[in-house]
């Protein structure tokens, strides 16, 4: 019987379904390495973002810091520089520091309010340097901003006031007759809308009725003080 030839040998890759399932798997392969790199250059992103994010934050926290040290002009610094009076210093805040000092109010920060905060401060067990720091002010019951925030006084009244009392609306005069920070006698206070004693007026009323009395009349109602201011 004759033999039979062995049948012909056919390459795997040749029938179609494995030519189809390398195909597939070649794509998949492909798209797995294109995902990984994906992925990886995401991180890489990722981490270049967070590093300059991070830098930017200590140039923003070194730049605040800095403006912290020379008194920058971010708000909180503002605030800061406000509640501090000392030598030079003058307005309001000054005026109500000097009235809780007892020495004359004139709103201006110099050498004589400067020995009574050390006066103060040495009284107090504090560093006396002459300073008017927070814990000086809040010993004292003075809070700067309140004061700074107040309305302006005209210029010439401001002189006349500090001529007239020290700028003090609790001034009485020798006979009595003359009260308050503008010494107004009762009859003027009645006049411009005033009740009761002007000095135990509020200081914020008597500014307003002494503005009206100067609106009315100028500087007439203050013969010596209006002359000179």
Wanted: aromatic letters at 4%; hydrophobic letters at 40%; one cysteine or more.
């Amino acid at each position: 019987m004759p033999k039979a030839e062995p049948a012909a040998f056919t390459p795997l890759l040749s029938h179609p379904s494995a030519e189809l399932h390398a195909s597939l798997s070649l794509r998949r392969s492909l798209k797995r390495r294109a995902d990984s790199d994906g992925a990886r250059m995401r991180r890489r992103r990722a981490r270049s973002v967070g590093v300059a994010l991070l830098g930017a934050m200590t140039l923003a926290g070194g730049v605040a810091a800095a403006q912290a040290q020379v008194g920058g002009s971010s708000p909180q610094a503002q605030a800061a520089a406000s509640t501090t009076l000392r030598l030079g210093s003058a307005g309001p805040a000054v005026t109500a520091l000097q009235r809780k000092l007892r020495v004359k109010a004139d709103g201006a920060y110099g050498p004589k309010t400067r020995r009574a905060v050390r006066r103060l401060q040495r009284r107090r067990n504090m560093k006396a340097d002459g300073i008017a720091r927070p814990s000086v002010l809040r010993a004292l019951g003075v809070d700067a901003r309140v004061a700074a925030r107040k309305p302006r006084v005209h210029p010439v009244l401001e002189r006349i006031a500090r001529c007239e009392s020290g700028g003090n609306p609790r001034a009485v005069s020798g006979s009595g007759r003359y009260r308050g920070k503008y010494q107004f006698s009762f009859s003027t206070w009645q006049n411009m809308g005033g009740k009761g004693d002007p000095a135990k007026a509020s200081e914020a009323r008597q500014d307003q009725l002494a503005a009206k009395l100067f609106a009315s009349s100028g500087r007439a109602p203050w013969p010596h003080c209006g002359a000179r201011a």
